[in-house]
């Protein structure tokens, strides 16, 4: 084999390695990015979640202020046990 055949399969196999090197260190970040992307994604919803919570118990304490200041008749039903009728009860055949 020449001179010149062995330096053109060397430098095909350096370059060679080195593109399979580089898309695998690629992919090995790219999947990184995504992986904090997820975990951006998971901090967030937590975030949304106790933010809703802090809002519903906000509001409970609200009604419950409002109520004691002006009861409605849903409320009390539901809040000392008893029911507010859905139909009027049906006549006897």
């Known amino acids: 084999m020449s001179r010149a055949a062995k330096a053109t399969l060397g430098l095909s196999v350096v370059l060679s390695a ?3 090197w580089g898309v695998h260190y690629m992919q090995v ?3 990184e990015v995504m992986h904090k992307g997820v975990e951006r994604d998971t901090a967030r919803l ?3 979640r106790r933010q809703r919570a802090l809002d519903l118990e906000r509001n409970r304490a609200r009604e419950e202020e409002f109520q004691k200041m002006q009861p409605t008749k849903g409320w009390l039903a539901g809040r000392f046990g ?3 009728p859905a139909s009027p009860e049906k006549a006897p055949s």
Do not use: D, F, M
Request: cysteine-free; glycine content about 8%.
């Open 46 to 48: 937590e975030e949304k």
């Open 29 to 31: 970040q790219e999947r």
């Open 18 to 20: 080195a593109t399979v």
């Open 82 to 84: 008893g029911s507010t």
